[in-house]
């Protein structure tokens, strides 16, 4: 068949008012197919073939195209042994289309249009399977292009990579191997250049540039604008990593990293350095911290370094440092070479890590380890325990980290900078390469979004509190909390003492010996564990899900709810709620923090706006008004002319002006 022309033909029995009309025919049940299949992505759902009748001959002479979510499931044999847990994507919806068949022709004879359901968002629609032809829509692929790169190819061709009509995923089952060499050399004058023209494509785009005495420029930084708003969202954990080198100029490659709310990495930003000083790092970190508002986050996971260890202590003095485990076990094995095999050893070495449950118990195990072992006298060993208080959990059990510290998400991120040690990459090209890297962590947490949405776990037991966590929090997150409630079944909790409205429980776990205590107030639903788990990951441990369910509670209270974990995470004004304690002094700290809230809100708008002319039209006319309302308020042309007297450069272009305008004043 040919597909160049079966998009044509399908668009040709669209409506000019975008809808499918009775009477409209096609030639045969492939064109049928696409008609409806071009529909539904348009519109925002994913075609399936529903029944078909027969003649007696066998001949199709009825056909239904429905929705994706047409019926609802079928009760499944609870003896059945399942390869895994189901999802629920059928919701009973009724639309239908279809097609009557009469000699060898193919009449819409039928619609029903109406959903029950949310339908996909323009920026969605990639990820709906009926939707994905990645040959038909590519015509095929340059096999001359990186492997690393097909999207953001794909996407040119397509006005970006909301455009394309396929998931990344699907890439890896089409695209050869062959891969070309497309990077350019550049210099540091390159990259200042590449940096201005980045600002102003991208108004929000933030690089900063540090020079020494000779004026020559040693260390850079850069994050662009989307990654602000992600900030704002996820920015109260972040890891750096300062192991990386560019090899062509030994420049050490720093990045900053997150986790969004589907528990996966995201890039906030990037550096260069000559250098690991002191001096060096202070000023990153500043410039970093600008960036983001001036928004300290509450845990920065590092690896180990003296100099970095100083300058966060003189930064981030409001952040808990403490070191990645996945640098440690690479230390270990270095190191720990012969009792890094012995299964005993890693045993106790684990324990101390992850399994005492107070600092007493720590000390206890690690002399034990030393003693048994005989590694009184091992030099790595005794620095690495003068630096427990920044790896051992227990001493940080009491700050949230999001549960980030692990040795596979180490890995993850080395995985997303291998090229950087195993090409000579210039520095342009890095550049390049980390801007792929992010939109392609963006796509992924966009199909994410879009899988939580459309998609709903089923619930293993049927339970009021896991029915509620199964529409609040993600996917991966719900899974998480679907392990503790679970776990409940193993907790055996009693009473010890009643206060008024507080109620005190122990709960230990069978097989365990550890004894959890738990401080429940009947009145305010306020709860608290010694496990700590809410605390440090954000979710309710078993223990304190144990008492509620002694106390019939059917939905989680609302104050552990974090939103951060939710399906609504990046929904709404996420910004720190320190903002109202700003002294007089910070007043360009509070206005980075309103412009920031300003970014939320629009950038949704001119992702929507600018997928027609009749949007972006709207939006300007829209924001014309503003800027015309903006100009005549009191507040904000005082404080421009305020501005005026300190700085007389021209505003980069009119959106910015508003946003800027904007945040000058709180009405």
């Known amino acids: 068949m040919d597909h160049s022309n079966s998009g044509k033909e399908a668009l040709e029995g669209i409506g000019n008012d975008g809808e499918l009309k009775v009477g409209t025919e096609v030639k045969s049940d492939a064109e049928a197919y696409n008609l409806c299949n071009n ?3 348009r519109k925002g759902f994913s075609l399936r073939k529903g029944h078909v009748r027969r003649d007696a001959s066998g001949n199709i002479r009825q056909r239904d195209f429905v929705c994706s979510k047409e019926g609802f499931p079928v009760d499944e044999d609870l003896c059945a042994v399942k390869r895994c847990n189901r999802l629920e994507t059928r919701t009973g919806c009724k639309v239908l289309m279809r097609f009557t068949v009469s000699n060898g022709v193919w009449v819409i004879s039928h619609i029903n249009f109406e959903h ?14 009926s939707c994905r032809k990645i040959f038909e829509a590519s015509g095929g692929v340059d096999v001359g292009r990186r492997r690393t790169k097909p999207l953001s190819y794909l996407g040119n061709d397509f006005g970006g990579d909301r455009n394309v009509q396929f ?10 191997r062959e891969m070309g060499n497309m990077m350019e050399p550049g210099d540091v004058q390159g990259l200042l250049n590449y940096f201005r023209r ?7 785009f933030f690089y900063a540039v540090q020079v020494n005495q000779l004026n020559q420029a040693t260390n850079f930084f850069w994050r662009d604008g989307r990654s602000k708003l992600d900030y704002d969202c996820f920015g109260d954990v972040v890891s750096f990593d300062a192991t990386f080198r560019l090899n062509k100029y030994n420049l050490i490659c720093a990045p900053f990293v997150g986790v969004n709310h589907h528990w996966k990495n995201m890039l906030f930003g990037c550096a260069f350095l000559l250098d690991e000083s002191t001096h060096s790092y202070v000023w990153l970190f500043e410039s970093f911290l600008e960036s983001m508002g001036n928004t300290q986050p509450k845990t920065i996971f590092t690896n180990e370094n003296e100099a970095m260890s100083k300058a966060i202590e003189t930064v981030f003095m409001k952040t808990r440092h403490r070191l990645s485990t996945g640098h440690i076990v690479k230390d270990a094995r270095r190191n720990l070479a012969n009792q890094f095999a012995n299964l005993e050893f890693m045993k106790y070495l684990n324990k101390c890590f992850y399994e005492c449950h107070d600092e007493t118990e720590f000390q206890v195990s690690w002399d034990d380890m030393i003693n048994k072992f005989s590694l009184g006298d091992h030099l790595w060993l005794k620095k690495l325990y003068s630096l427990r208080d920044k790896w051992c959990l227990v001493f940080n059990s009491d700050t949230f980290s999001a549960n980030i510290d692990s040795v596979q998400r180490s890995d993850s991120i080395d995985t997303v900078f291998h090229q950087v040690s195993t090409k000579r990459m210039d520095v342009i090209s890095f550049v390049q390469h980390f801007e792929d890297k992010t939109k392609e962590m963006h796509l992924d947490e966009l199909e994410d979004d879009h899988f939580c949405k459309y998609v709903v776990p089923r619930l293993q037991v049927w339970s009021g509190i896991l029915n509620h966590a199964v529409y609040v929090y993600t996917s991966k997150i719900f899974n998480f909390f679907e392990m503790e409630l679970l776990g409940c079944m193993g907790v055996r909790m009693k009473e010890v003492c009643k206060d008024g409205e507080v109620c005190i429980y122990e709960a230990i776990e069978e097989g365990q ?10 009145s305010t639903q306020d709860i608290s564990c010694s496990c700590k788990l809410f605390e440090r990951m954000g979710i309710l441990c078993r ?11 059917t939905q989680i209270p609302v104050q552990y709810i974090l939103k951060r974990w939710t399906k609504e995470a990046k929904k709404g004004i996420v910004v720190s709620n320190e903002r109202h304690g700003l002294s007089s002094n910070t007043v360009k700290s509070v206005q980075s923090l309103r412009l920031s809230e300003l970014m939320h809100m629009g950038s949704n708008v001119y992702s929507i706006a600018s997928l027609s002319d009749s949007g972006t039209k709207i939006v300007k006319e829209k924001l014309a008004e503003a800027m015309e309302l903006l100009e005549k308020d009191e507040e904000i042309v005082n404080r421009l002319a305020d501005a005026k007297k300190v700085d007389s450069s021209p505003s980069l272009n009119a959106i910015s002006d508003i946003w800027t305008m904007a945040s000058l004043s709180q009405v």
């Open 39 to 41: 529909y539904a992505f």
């Open 116 to 129: 029950n359901h949310e339908l996909a968002k323009p920026e969605e629609r990639q990820f709906l399977r």
């Open 167 to 176: 998931a990344k995923k699907d890439m890896g089952n089409y695209l050869p």
């Open 198 to 204: 980045k600002k102003c494509e991208d108004p929000s």
């Open 513 to 522: 010996q550890k004894v959890c205590k738990i401080n429940y107030n009947l």
């Open 543 to 553: 223990h304190a899900l144990k008492a509620f369910d002694f106390n019939n509670l």
